[in-house]
């Protein structure tokens, strides 16, 4: 069995997506035990001995941040805390995010600077290392105050309440503890609060985007490639010479990917008659390119995030601090997934263009390629249907950032939507998934129109393998199965594409 030590190492996108997939068990270091206990003590003596009052730990949140909890209640103010704050509507959250979402949350803890008990945070470990998945709804956070509904619900199980799923069935709170003989937490001061405050619901879609745009940016440039080919286009503009000029590492990198998918095509070094290409094909290297450039950017920001301390207040046991800050706010992912959700919505928009020129009787390729078209209507269709996912796209590539509605009377007068920003991307990543694969569905049927010349060894292959899951069309057929049948096929070259 696989393990991962919590620790101060900094997590990297490559190892969340081997922890989550190969289902790796969590434990605690012997330093972050430490740390963690220390902070806890820290918090404990000062509770017991400091007569002013701590923000979240002797008084109440937000705008009721005046008024004070006498010391019987505060365990109270807590559970409280989780009970009223678990307010979450809309769709439930994947089960692979949620896992994401305790895995960064454990992190964050793991600091030694959110005053948690250990017992806490090796609750959370028991949970994932179960497989116990919290019910998480994808509606309510603000991003400001961290993601304090989604966090809730996350967390409500520690406490005999909210509900789970284990091994597909769904149970309460109280009876998955009793299922798993876990007692419920009895919750100290600051501690729902530090579970509640947070960016981990909004991280953890970043985390699952990333991982997936790194993945669909290569297919673009290969099912790019494909349909490059399968239009007999030319392979000038991605010569390194035109790059190195503009030397933006994206552009580059994609250039570099389509002259090694096309290396050894028969078609792509054979006589054009034309002279120029659409800037969908010619310029792929500058348009993925960019989002390639981006992808890496947000990578940056998400990293950092993912490695940091976002609840508040924060406790500082070595410099004798608690301070009440912002750490909990999202305007560094609000930006960046704003950001990427419109790049990610451009290698959608360009790849339906691609899709259109195939179908448009150019080149010797039949009108909407089939053998008899108007008896027939061939690939008419997919392409609407792709100008109709791309239209969607365009409309939640809107960004949520420019947007901040006042909360708590006035108190978080400022709100990053970063959450709203993150399940938008989100939306958007499984959208352009579909819009390559009913590029990949094209251009494998125009490509069949150009034996019996042949493509590149590798695209030869990938186009074979193709073909066992997805039939040429002779005539007219259901083609919304075949549609399915490529979504698949591209998932299954996904799971292929490894990034560190």
């Known amino acids: 069995m696989k393990?991962?030590?919590?620790?101060?190492?900094?997590?990297?996108?490559a190892q969340i997506d081997k922890i989550i997939t190969e289902n790796y068990q969590l434990e605690l270091s012997v330093d972050a035990i430490k740390r963690i206990e220390k902070c806890r003590n820290y918090l404990d003596d000062k509770v017991k001995n400091q007569k002013h009052p701590i923000y979240g730990v002797t008084t109440g949140f937000g705008s009721l941040c005046d008024k004070s909890i006498s010391e019987k209640d505060l365990s109270k103010l807590q559970e409280n805390l989780m009970m009223s704050h678990a307010c979450g509507v809309g769709e439930v959250v994947d089960e692979e995010i949620v896992r994401i979402m305790l895995l960064l949350k454990i992190q964050s803890l793991s600091y030694g600077h959110s005053g948690?008990?250990?017992?806490?945070?090796?609750?959370?470990i028991d949970m994932f290392n179960?497989?116990?998945?919290?019910?998480?709804?994808k509606q309510g956070s603000l991003g400001a105050s961290g993601d304090l509904v989604p966090l809730a619900h996350l967390c409500l199980p520690l406490i005999n309440l909210g509900e789970v799923i284990y091994q597909d069935k769904l149970y309460s709170g109280k009876e998955i503890n009793k299922l798993m003989k876990w007692e419920p937490v009895k919750l100290k001061s600051k501690e729902g609060l530090a579970l509640l405050n947070g960016t981990?619901?909004?991280?953890?879609?970043?985390?699952?985007?990333?991982?997936?745009?790194?993945?669909?940016?290569y297919a673009a440039d290969l099912i790019g490639s494909i349909s490059l080919d399968a239009f007999d286009g030319r392979?000038?503009?991605?010569?390194?010479?035109?790059?190195?000029?503009?030397?933006?590492?994206?552009?580059?990198?994609?250039?570099?990917?389509i002259m090694h998918f096309?290396?050894?095509?028969?078609?792509?070094?054979?006589?054009?008659?034309?002279?120029?290409?659409?800037?969908?094909?010619?310029?792929?290297?500058?348009v993925h390119g960019a989002t390639k450039d981006t992808i890496n950017y947000v990578e940056s920001v998400i990293v950092t995030e993912i490695n940091s301390v976002t609840d508040n207040p924060t406790v500082f046991p070595d410099e004798d601090l608690i301070i009440s800050a912002g750490n909990f706010h999202g305007q560094p992912i609000a930006l960046a997934?704003?950001?990427?959700?419109?790049?990610l919505a451009e290698l959608g928009n360009i790849s339906e263009r691609r899709t259109y020129q195939l179908i448009d009787a150019k080149r010797g390729l039949p009108s909407f390629l089939v053998k008899n078209p108007g008896l027939n209507s061939g690939f008419m269709i997919p392409q609407y249907v792709a100008a109709s996912i791309v239209n969607q796209n365009k409309m939640y590539a809107n960004p949520s950032s420019v947007d901040s509605i006042t909360s708590s009377q006035g108190q978080e007068d400022h709100v990053s939507m970063g959450a709203n920003a993150a399940t938008k991307c989100y939306h958007i990543i499984e959208n352009l998934e579909k819009i390559?694969?009913?590029?990949?569905?094209?251009?494998?049927?125009?490509?069949?129109f150009r034996k019996p010349m042949q493509t590149s060894p590798m695209i030869e292959k990938i186009l074979k393998a193709y073909r066992q899951q997805v039939d040429f069309i002779e005539n007219d057929a259901t083609m919304y199965d075949k549609i399915h049948q490529s979504i698949a096929f591209l998932q299954s070259m996904e799971m292929i594409f490894q990034f560190e």
């Open 3 to 13: 393990k991962q030590k919590i620790s101060n190492k900094r997590l990297t996108l």
């Open 116 to 124: 948690v008990q250990l017992a806490t945070i090796q609750r959370l």
């Open 130 to 137: 179960a497989q116990v998945c919290p019910v998480v709804y």
């Open 200 to 217: 981990q619901f909004m991280s953890s879609y970043a985390v699952y985007v990333l991982l997936k745009a790194k993945r669909l940016s």
């Open 235 to 257: 392979l000038e503009p991605f010569l390194s010479e035109i790059h190195a000029i503009r030397p933006h590492w994206g552009q580059m990198e994609t250039a570099n990917n």
């Open 262 to 286: 096309l290396d050894g095509s028969q078609i792509s070094v054979q006589d054009k008659k034309h002279v120029q290409d659409p800037y969908s094909f010619r310029c792929m290297p500058q």
């Open 337 to 343: 997934m704003d950001f990427l959700a419109i790049a």
């Open 436 to 448: 390559l694969a009913i590029e990949l569905f094209n251009a494998a049927q125009a490509m069949d």
